[in-house]
């Protein structure tokens, strides 16, 4: 059985071109007037789209756990001329001192985690790199976005490439579950909602879960 560092490896040349634009523009363009500027985080940063709004006033750091991902991550960051410190390293083992940032970002990785605890672990690890403070931007796939309505809370989504399929792990949480692991992990839920580009009056059945939790200051 691949392990997810290895599937990731795989998709990393094919992902580049088709996950080549951020998802999340609106919001991150929201930080970057909310936060101003500082050191900032991406943890499972992939091959980098997520840093493109933050290339002015912020020191950016990336960490993912694919070797090629971060081949990619730099071949992006020349192509959009814009300069990252990137290191290859597991969300549940954050190869950072404490308190060494002032904001994260972490889209779409914390679903790719696998079991309980280590999901809890991983987000007690961002809240240990954190500042008191600071602010992180969290997304992960809604357990209730109607396509996985007839399906458990831990899928294997398949990827092709070339003549092969790949499948991904994902854990789908819904929107208490994922507020309650946050809060436990040490965070405050300062906003929880719907991707931007969500356009129905109930949240529940978004694509996407976006918070954007605190540490504490005191």
């Given at each position: 059985?691949p392990?997810?560092?290895d599937?990731?490896?795989r998709?990393a ?8 634009r ?5 919001e991150?363009?929201a930080l970057t ?9 991406n ?5 980098g789209?997520?840093?493109v ?10 960490i993912?756990i694919?070797?090629k ?5 730099r ?6 001329d814009?300069?990252?410190?990137l290191?290859?390293?597991?969300a549940?083992?954050?190869p ?7 904001y994260?970002i972490?889209?779409a ?9 280590e ?10 790199v954190l500042?008191?403070?600071?602010e992180?931007f969290?997304?992960v796939w ?7 309505w007839?399906r ?5 989504a398949p990827?092709?490439t070339?003549e ?15 507020e ?6 040490g ?18 059945f ?10 504490p200051?005191?």
């Amino acid at each position: 059985m691949p392990t997810i560092r290895d599937t990731f490896d795989r998709i990393a040349p094919g992902w580049y071109n088709y996950r080549h634009r951020t998802r999340f523009q609106r919001e991150l363009e929201a930080l970057t007037k909310r936060w101003g500027g500082g050191r900032l985080l991406n943890v499972g940063c992939a091959h980098g789209p997520d840093f493109v709004p933050f290339r002015e006033g912020f020191e950016l750091h990336g960490i993912d756990i694919s070797r090629k991902m971060l081949e990619m991550a730099r071949k992006y960051g020349v192509k959009l001329d814009f300069t990252v410190n990137l290191i290859e390293g597991d969300a549940t083992y954050l190869p950072c001192s404490d308190s060494a940032f002032d904001y994260a970002i972490s889209v779409a990785t914390y679903h790719h985690i696998q079991g309980e605890k280590e999901k809890l672990h991983a987000l007690r690890e961002l809240h240990r790199v954190l500042k008191p403070g600071g602010e992180a931007f969290i997304t992960v796939w809604n357990r209730w976005q109607p396509r996985f309505w007839l399906r458990g809370k831990e899928i294997q989504a398949p990827w092709r490439t070339g003549e092969d399929t790949l499948y991904r792990y994902y854990y789908l949480f819904s929107y208490g579950e994922i507020e309650k692991l946050v809060k436990n992990a040490g965070f405050e839920v300062v906003v929880s909602s719907p991707e931007k580009a969500y356009k129905f009056p109930v949240k529940y059945f978004s694509r996407n879960i976006c918070l954007l939790v605190k540490k504490p200051a005191g």
